[in-house]
């Protein structure tokens, strides 16, 4: 049975911490804890915990129903679901929704990257962030709901965000036992071809292992050969599921910074 958490004290942490999907998802109990609707977390069977976020379905566990899985999911029809590859497969052949690959790279820093600190915003305004990611993320959220959600992370200490020569972005999305997400990585339409993305993401590696910390990210197969050329190691392989009849959905999704 799939029933909505209450109470943080209900959820395995421990466990949660064993997968990448299970990390974000504690991310965000630790970020909002259960008493927001817009963030609202589910346990199916004995170990596995569900996340709606907005309009993303995130699924970490081992243990589904796939009536009832195939029921919530149903219900809900969110924009993407992530995560558990077994509950993917079995919601796969939901009308309206379609298969994109993905591999989780773990970021490699280089030691002779000439790259000057004093080009990198620490502490950037979140309107100059979005204003980069708006003119690469054709699904972004709108600006309300990201800036409540980004600014929140921030003010809890979950997330950073990164910008770079005022061009070029990224924000970890979690840093959890040294093991950290990175993601909203995009340029500015008017800086693509410039390396700006190349030399900041090797920076950014360096900057992390400094910390002896780990950092890995997603990319959709049209920005493999990206992360593959400036010496980023595929870690894992998965697919997602994203509804098809979105009016935002675009062509172009995931083809960021193709020239640098």
């Known amino acids: 049975m799939i029933r909505q958490i209450m109470d943080k004290s209900s959820v395995n942490c421990e466990k949660l911490k064993s997968t990448c999907c299970g990390k974000r998802i504690l991310s965000n109990l630790e970020a909002y804890g259960t008493g927001y609707d817009f963030c609202?977390?589910?346990l199916s069977g004995n170990d596995s915990v569900l996340l709606f976020m907005n309009d993303t379905l995130l699924i970490s566990g081992s243990e589904f129903d796939g009536d009832?899985?195939?029921?919530?999911?149903?219900?809900?029809?969110p924009f993407r679901i992530e995560g558990n590859q077994k509950a993917l497969e079995i919601l796969s052949g939901m009308d309206g929704y379609h298969k994109l690959h993905r591999n989780l790279f773990k970021l490699v820093g280089d030691v002779n990257t000439d790259i000057d600190e004093n080009d990198i915003e620490f502490n950037p305004s979140l309107d100059e962030v979005y204003e980069i990611l708006s003119e690469g993320f054709p699904n972004l959220l709108d600006y309300p709901l990201w800036l409540a959600d980004t600014s929140h992370r921030i003010r809890h200490g979950i997330s950073r965000v990164f910008v770079y020569k005022k061009s070029t972005t990224a924000s970890v999305v979690y840093d959890i036992d040294g093991s950290v997400l990175v993601g909203q990585v995009a340029t500015r339409i008017s800086a693509r071809g410039s390396g700006y993305a190349r030399r900041f993401l090797k920076w950014?590696?360096?900057y992390l292992e400094k910390q002896n910390k780990t950092a890995f990210l997603n990319a959709l197969d049209t920005r493999e050969s990206f992360y593959r050329e400036i010496g980023f190691e595929a870690y894992e392989s998965e697919y997602v599921l994203e509804r098809t009849d979105d009016k935002n959905e675009s062509a172009v999704k995931g083809k960021l910074n193709t020239n640098d």
């Open 40 to 42: 609202r977390f589910y």
């Open 68 to 77: 009832e899985l195939s029921g919530f999911a149903g219900m809900h029809r």
């Open 204 to 206: 950014l590696a360096m």
